[in-house]
């Protein structure tokens, strides 16, 4: 172990970015999350972003089986998991080879020496080995021959196989950084004990490696305990780190208690959406149907089913999946059931970047569709408010009567982040258009008159037998209709309710200024980006540019046409090719927008959004 | 199952006729079909309210919006995945699959098998007249090799599904193949699919008289259909014919046509029909038969359906868990309080 010893004095840090990084095989994802999980308690503000290949078991050193974990923590507000690492724990040569960029010069990288044989430098391409070129010349090493340290922890305890003990030698690294940033071990010492409860065996295991690695850090002090970051100031309340995927569900979980209706998922895997199925099937207790069917048509079909059968029904995918049930919402738009489609959008055309993110679906999610279709789109923007969002998206499908598609991405979907959490009693009321008896000339499509959403008789109930379907319907009688100018009343009615929708929806309020030079707009996951690279340049005195952030694509917010005017450029920023922006342009024509578009399933850096936008108020 | 609870025969099949008039061509077996469903319901002894029907597209997809009940029309083959959701989200309904031979087996072959697989207690009825009706006669996965239509203008080049061996194939527990011109039986078929735990699927044999008229006739018309079609009933010997004197054997693992009071043979040497056998070797057998053609239910095997399986599921979650409300979940595990 050769560490020049550092002048560093213990420094107090407003945020730091650590990346873990290692093969597939490495452990990375866990040790992220613990860590995570220890500093959410601690306090601070967090945000995360995991990034692993597409193939389950790729194969060992590769450079593409390189999977990494990347998370921020601030004792102020973090919005995203940043761009620049200042810590970088690399398990062996691909994972340096894929990583080291990211990190800011002078920075700190731990490494396992021991993983850098001749065997994992060639398959890291290296020629020669980075530890002793001037490869690493910029930064601040920290070369530990961790495997061998994580063998010579466990040598008493016997029958251990070779494996097990490679396996554990994440949590060396992890007991590490934990006394780096004064930390304890005390939450991942009570993880190890629930997640083993029937090995028991391996909590010896794992807490002794996640020690010695703690005390490894601590009697070397070659590494100073230099980053001492306080817990941030938080709004008061009750909090967890929640990841995206999952406060969707539980907004799910949350709206169908709330309606007091039951929920019905019908959902075939695909990634990024799998968890919310995974988490949905466990909770069975609360009466969830969760249906896992044969296909992603199978999926949204047994929820218009569920729906038609007066359950609060919804279905989850991504983009190949959203468009096999282009179909079947339109049948729901057709209708007029309240359904909710969570697309978790990924790198697309076709199967495309699957564990990549993207917002390359909202054309599809607005058009996919054949007809007139209008569907109510919304997205959410960060992992906990999709919590909020399902939630909300839920609220409108049952007050409105008509399929909603919720948008998340596979960057918040897969992010966490704290959620302070919301109690059922404190989340508004849902209502819903479910009737229970009518008159002799009661008719399926009588609407209320404000929203415009029609009556939901359920079977079951005496009296309102009726047959809805795809074909046109009578305005009035629900009857199939040919009629010309009926098709042409209701195809205006159902797009009319949806616009209805902006009237229940909150305006649009513009972050950090309400006039100036520079108007920074998104939509969807990258608020966390935006926001903080709006942020951060009004630190520097930037104080003519703001951000305005949408949430509601479908119908959008009454207000925008006044605010878009009170800024001298207005620019548009996706994870696409230009799909809002054209969007806008439809809405808006007189106004220019330009666009900054980023397409390589990747989310906006803080410094190339910084850049691009004092380039523009140049 | 379903209620069959102190709904006395209040009903008749007026009660069962909605307003919307029936736009079959004339002739149609589908009108066959329609009525004996009306007929059927009254006897099921179910609420009017707690039926629904679901269908697909086609001529025969229409039924739906003519009997009086719940009811869905929706989109091309996918009937049964939206009938399994309106049959999860409230088991104590009598769900209805309304479905062609092209809904079922073309477009919608996946749910079709999967909802046989699965076991939901719904009821299918397949309007199987080996053409594709609506689209104004094109073939479908059941016309035969060689048959002329709209789109195989020289003869049909792609070999036929067999429905009842794909039913079979697919773990269907219950399937019954009849005579669209037999309304007393299809009536009857249908009140004992209602009664019958688990997917149900009835094969009706319907004649299109516009793009495929008589492609039954040579089986099911009245001169022959006695002596070309067996009818099966669980539990009796396999015997057919007009003078009831032809009967099933197996010789060499196949079946055999044998004439009662020739070579030896007595009715004590004819098959009994065991629908309820749960190895379906024998069932396979019954609907491979050309002649004769075998009718009636040929298997009607008892076992758990889906909402049985997710409802004891559901029971023994309920017991272990500690949630009731989404709160308990929401405030479990690792939480932490910021002053
Ligand atoms: C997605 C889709 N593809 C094609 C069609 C056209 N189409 C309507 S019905 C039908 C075939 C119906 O045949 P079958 O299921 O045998 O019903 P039948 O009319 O014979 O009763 C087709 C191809 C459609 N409505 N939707
Ligand atoms: S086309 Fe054939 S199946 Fe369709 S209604 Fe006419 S006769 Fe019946
Ligand atoms: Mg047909």
């Known amino acids: 172990m050769i560490v020049e010893k550092s002048n560093l004095q213990s420094e107090a840090l407003e945020t730091v970015v650590i990346r873990f990084v290692g093969d597939s095989g490495d452990g990375m994802q866990l040790t992220g999350t613990q860590f995570t ?12 972003f995991p990034n692993y290949p597409s193939e389950i078991r790729a194969p060992q050193g590769s450079l593409f089986g390189v999977s990494g974990f990347q998370v921020h923590i601030g004792s102020v507000e973090v919005s995203t998991p940043g761009d620049n690492l200042d810590l970088l724990v690399a398990m062996n040569p691909a994972s340096l080879k894929t990583n080291l960029y990211a ?52 040598k008493d305890i016997e029958g251990l196989d070779n494996k097990t003990i490679t396996r554990s030698k994440n949590m060396f690294a992890l007991g ?105 099937v466990k909770h069975k207790h609360f009466g969830v149907k969760a249906f896992q069917a044969e296909d992603e048509i199978a999926g949204i079909s047994s929820a218009i089913g569920a729906a038609f059968a007066g359950d609060l029904a919804i279905t989850t995918t991504s983009g190949p999946g959203l468009a096999l049930k282009g179909e079947a919402l339109g049948l729901a738009i057709m209708m007029e059931l309240p359904i909710v489609v969570v697309n978790v959008q990924r790198g697309g055309p076709s199967t495309g970047l699957p564990t990549k993110t993207e917002q390359s679906d909202l054309f599809q999610a607005m058009y996919g569709r054949n007809g007139e279709s209008p569907a109510i789109v919304i997205a959410a923007s960060t992992p906990a408010n999709c919590f909020d969002f399902a939630f909300q998206a839920a609220k409108l499908a049952l007050e409105h009567m008509t399929p909603v598609i919720l948008l998340t991405d596979g960057y918040i979907a897969n992010g966490s982040a704290p959620w302070k959490i919301q109690s059922i009693e404190d989340l508004p009321e849902i209502k819903n258009n479910l009737v229970k008896e009518g008159d002799d000339n009661w008719s399926p499509y009588i609407r209320n008159e404000q929203t415009l959403a029609r009556n939901w008789a359920i079977p079951g109930t005496t009296g309102l037998e009726h047959r809805i379907g795809g074909l046109e319907k009578d305005s009035i009688t629900g009857n199939v209709s040919h009629a010309p100018e009926n098709h042409e009343i209701m195809t205006k009615v159902r797009a009319e ?28 996951g990258t608020y966390g980006s935006l926001h903080s690279a709006v942020k951060q340049m009004n630190h520097e005195g930037y104080k003519n540019i703001g951000l305005a952030h949408f949430n509601y694509i479908n119908p959008l917010p009454k207000n925008i046409g006044d605010l878009l ?51 523009l108020i140049k | 199952m379903i209620m069959e609870t102190a709904v006395e025969n209040k009903y008749t099949y007026k009660d069962f006729e909605s307003d919307q008039e029936v736009r079959w061509c004339p002739g149609c077996d589908d009108y066959v079909i329609l009525r004996s469903m009306q007929k059927a319901l009254p006897e099921m002894g179910v609420k009017k309210e707690d039926v629904v029907f679901v269908s697909g597209i086609g001529c025969s997809s229409r039924f739906p919006y003519y009997i009086d009940t719940y009811g869905m029309h929706t989109i091309h083959g996918r009937a049964p995945a939206i009938a399994s959701g309106v049959k999860l989200a409230n088991p104590s309904l009598s769900v209805w699959v309304a479905t062609g031979d092209g ?84 009536g009857q078929m249908l009140i004992e699919a209602h009664h019958f735990k688990g997917t149900a699927l009835i094969e009706v044999l319907q004649n299109c008289v516009i793009f495929n008229d008589g492609c039954y006739s040579n089986v099911t018309s009245k001169d022959v259909k006695e002596d070309k079609l067996i009818y099966l009933e669980h539990g009796k010997p396999m015997i057919f014919g007009k003078d009831r004197d032809k009967g099933l054997v197996l010789n060499n693992l196949k079946l055999e046509v044998v004439t009662i009071g020739e070579n030896g043979i007595t009715e004590a040497d004819i098959l009994i029909h065991d629908a309820k056998e749960k190895d379906p070797t024998m069932h396979q057998m019954l609907v491979r038969l050309e002649y004769p053609l075998s009718t009636g239910i040929i298997r009607s095997y008892n076992d758990l359906t889906l909402e049985e399986r997710e409802a004891e599921v559901t029971k023994q979650v309920k017991a272990n868990s500690k949630f009731t409300k989404a709160d308990d979940l929401f405030f479990s595990g690792e939480t932490y309080k910021v002053d």
């Open chain 1, 103 to 154: 990190l800011k010069p002078g920075h700190t990288i731990i490494v396992d020496t021991d993983a850098f044989n001749r065997k994992n430098l060639e398959k890291a391409q290296y020629k020669t080995n980075p530890l002793e070129d001037d490869t690493l010349n910029n930064y601040r090493v920290v070369k530990v021959d961790m495997t061998s340290l994580t063998k010579e922890a466990l």
């Open chain 2, 103 to 186: 809904d079922a087996m073309a477009i919608g072959g996946n749910h079709f098998i999967h909802v046989l697989r699965r076991n939901i207690d719904l009821n299918i009825i397949l309007f199987n007249n080996e053409i594709y009706g609506l689209t104004k006669g094109q073939f479908s996965p059941t016309s035969t090799v060689g048959q002329k239509t709209k789109s195989s203008p020289y003869g049909n080049t792609q070999p036929p599904f067999n429905p009842g061996e794909l039913a079979l194939g697919a773990g269907a527990r219950f399937y019954g193949r009849i005579s669209g011109n037999s309304p007393k039986d299809i």
């Open chain 1, 176 to 280: 590490m950084v934990y006394w780096m940033y004064g930390r304890t071990t005390e939450h991942t010492i009570d993880f190890f004990k629930k997640k083993f409860r029937k090995e028991p065996h391996l909590i010896d295991v794992n807490t002794k490696v996640l020690k010695a690695g703690y005390h490894f850090a601590e009697t070397l002090e070659f590494i100073p305990n230099a980053y001492s970051v306080s817990p941030a100031k938080m709004p008061s309340g009750t909090y967890r780190v929640i990841m995206g995927n999952t406060a969707t569900a539980w907004g799910f979980l949350a709206a169908a208690e709330k309606s007091g209706l039951e929920l019905f998922l019908g959902s075939y895997p695909i990634t990024p959406a799998t968890d919310i199925l995974h988490e949905l």
């Open chain 1, 497 to 524: 309710k949806v616009k209805r929708v902006q009237d229940v929806i909150p305006e649009i309020k513009t972050e950090f200024a309400t006039t100036g030079d520079l108007l920074v707009v998104g939509w969807g």
């Open chain 1, 565 to 615: 005017t009170k800024f001298k450029k207005i620019v548009v920023c996706e994870l696409n090719n230009g799909q809002f922006v054209n969007i806008l342009r439809m809405h808006f024509t007189g106004i220019e927008f330009l666009q900054y578009n980023k397409i390589q399933g990747l989310p906006f850096g803080n410094s190339e959004l910084m850049e691009a936008f004092k380039k």
């Open chain 1, 37 to 48: 999980d220890t500093s959410a308690m601690f306090g601070n503000d967090i945000a995360t």
